[in-house]
């Protein structure tokens, strides 16, 4: 990711010192095993926060951010530099559009993306959806079909508007683990993991509160009810997933050019070939062979022939 300009991260600084050091850790631990870079992308449906969270990850103005307007048809990407270490992070426009993927945008994504690396995805949602629906599902399954199942490997799942009194008098925790896993339901089956892929039960789910409302703790660090400072709390996750062993996402041509990435069964037309060619042609073959030799003798050979066939 040369081509982009690189600033100083000036924003890490207007952090409380609690947090900053905090951070100044994590991306010690990360250039600690060679990771002196770290490209992370930002998906989900259009007003979930996307753009807040990169702002507020950032620690400055980086996006803009709109309650009304619809978001821009580009993504756009942050590049910040700390102490030797560069965070590039890619916020897109949203995937959904009158109640359908857009196609559209998710071709400039993926032509934006084209020869980059993505090491983290960050799929947003809000935590104050009561509901999973088709549409999660629809943005789950373009992400997966463009990247391929492995990007789930390297994801966190984002939800905002973590500083909220949940409805029906449920514990804030358990309304919390019920909001996930509904969530990661609908996440392992867009994306097709399978039941014995334990990885695609670990996917981390963290909180975030991008409003300006959001309570601090004595160290002016901004809070989840909970009292997690969440913004140490998602760069952790982040940098856990980046060390989690699983490879970044290479996005080359034949990713996004090439047939649906997922789709194995291609690995299987040289045996159905195969197959096709010793069962069904051969024998065909032959079937036509024997009615020719057949068909070449008089009728009167066949008939006298019987068991002992005489041959000229
Ligand atoms: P995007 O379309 O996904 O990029 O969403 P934006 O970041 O533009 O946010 C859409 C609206 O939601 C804006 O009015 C934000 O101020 C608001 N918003 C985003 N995140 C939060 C959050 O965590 N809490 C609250 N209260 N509002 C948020
Ligand atoms: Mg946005």
């Not at 040369?2 to 991306?27: C, D, H, N, Y």
């Not at 990169?54 to 590049?79: C, H, K, T």
């Not at 409805?167 to 990661?184: I, T, W």
């Amino acid at each position: 990711m040369a081509s982009q300009l690189v600033r100083e991260w000036v924003g890490i600084q207007q952090f409380p010192p609690a947090t900053q050091s905090k951070l100044l850790e994590l991306l010690g631990d990360l250039k600690q095993q060679d990771v002196n870079t770290l490209n992370i992308l930002v998906m989900g449906k259009s007003g979930v926060g996307k753009s807040s969270t990169v702002n507020s990850i950032i620690g400055e103005r980086a996006v803009a951010v709109s309650a009304f307007q619809s978001e821009g048809l580009r993504p756009v990407i942050v590049s910040r530099l700390s102490a030797g270490f560069t965070l590039n992070v890619i916020d897109t426009p949203g995937l959904i559009e009158g109640g359908y993927v857009n196609d559209q945008t998710l071709e400039i994504i993926k032509r934006f993306l084209l020869d980059k690396r993505i090491d983290i995805l960050l799929y947003v949602d809000r935590l104050d959806a009561y509901r999973v629906d088709n549409m999660d599902k629809q943005v789950i399954k373009a992400i997966t079909d463009s990247f391929g199942k492995d990007i789930w490997r390297r994801a966190l799942v984002v939800l905002t508007h973590a500083q909220l009194s949940p409805p029906d008098g449920l514990e804030y925790d358990v309304f919390f683990s019920k909001r996930s896993e509904s969530l990661l339901k609908v996440l392992r089956v867009g994306a097709r993991i399978k039941k014995q892929d334990a990885w695609g039960f670990n996917i981390p789910v963290v909180l975030v509160e991008n409003s300006g409302r959001c309570n601090k703790n004595q160290s002016d660090e901004k809070i989840l009810p909970n009292g997690t400072a969440w913004i140490p709390n998602i760069v952790k996750t982040i940098t856990e997933v980046a060390l989690n062993g699983s490879k970044s996402i290479l996005v080359d041509r034949k990713l996004i050019e090439g047939p649906n990435p997922n789709r194995q069964w291609k690995e299987f037309i040289p045996v159905i070939f195969a197959f096709q060619y010793f069962f069904i042609i051969k024998p065909i073959q032959r079937a036509i062979k024997s009615d020719i030799a057949k068909e070449a003798k008089p009728a009167w050979e066949l008939r006298d022939s019987g068991g002992s066939s005489r041959r000229f």
